[in-house]
């Protein structure tokens, strides 16, 4: 099992973020957090450095491909980072009366390109020590488009596909990566969904499943089992049934 010192999250104001970032505060680890609200950034900091961390947190938006470079390169040379964890993302759905152009661009440049600006420029640093983890946050969604949330479907089905194969490029070069295909979490993310959740998970210990996964080089770090499997099947199906199934899901 790997053992992290220095971590870089997005996303780390709130939610699954929030929870990795306590999961690894610990004496002798420093966390570099980013997120776009300020003050629940603070409340994560202060709670990570009262476990014994170091803690640098900035308020940023990963849409933002120069700052976010900025901020990855700042923090290696703070501390050399040994896991960087693309986890900043938004969700939205077609419940209000269909899915615009403008709420699509929005998601992909979150959870899509937010991902890139925050992995890419963590690779070349990773690759000159021959070391590092990368863990790319994707969802069990990323298995088939439903017609409730398309674009968050097909966001986070893209940053699982690129890691997948970018897990096989980063090998030679001692780097792991990690995909993370988690189900439905309480986070903020699900506090707005209007229907009932299956296997529906605390914070604290979805972060766990993904901080053994990550410690172990998982590949996929995808859960609940019943939830992956179905969303598996799911990815299999004929169209034509999944056209009728998906026609009776509720919208998101």
């Not at 979150?110 to 963590?122: H, S």
Request: with cysteine.
């Amino acid at each position: 099992m790997k053992a992290f010192t220095s971590v870089l999250i997005t996303g780390a104001s709130s939610g699954l973020g929030a929870g990795l970032a306590r999961i690894f505060a610990a004496p002798g680890t420093t966390l570099h957090l980013s997120g776009r609200h300020g003050a629940r950034l603070d409340e994560v900091a202060g709670q990570c450095r009262a476990k014994g961390a170091e803690v640098h947190a900035r308020q940023m938006d990963v849409t933002d491909p120069a700052a976010c470079a900025d901020w990855v390169q700042a923090s290696d040379s703070t501390s050399p980072l040994d896991l960087v964890i693309a986890n900043a993302g938004i969700s939205a759905g077609t419940g209000g009366g269909g899915e615009t152009a403008e709420q699509t661009r929005a998601i992909f440049a979150v959870n899509v390109d937010g991902v890139f600006n925050t992995v890419m420029p963590a690779l070349p640093l990773m690759q000159a020590r021959c070391r590092g983890q990368i863990g790319i946050m994707s969802s069990l969604a990323g298995f088939r488009g439903f017609p409730g949330a398309p674009a968050y479907c097909a966001s986070k089905a893209a940053v699982r596909v690129w890691g997948e194969g970018l897990r096989g490029e980063t090998a030679p070069f001692g780097i792991g990566v990690s995909v993370i295909c988690p189900g439905f979490v309480e986070t903020p993310m699900t506090a707005v969904n209007r229907f009932s959740m299956p296997f529906l998970m605390d914070v604290d210990r979805a972060s766990r499943i993904m901080a053994d996964g990550l410690k172990a080089n998982r590949g996929r770090i995808a859960f609940p089992w019943p939830m992956h499997l179905m969303a598996r099947v799911a990815g299999c199906l004929p169209s034509a049934l999944m056209d009728r199934i998906a026609a009776g899901m509720p919208k998101k």
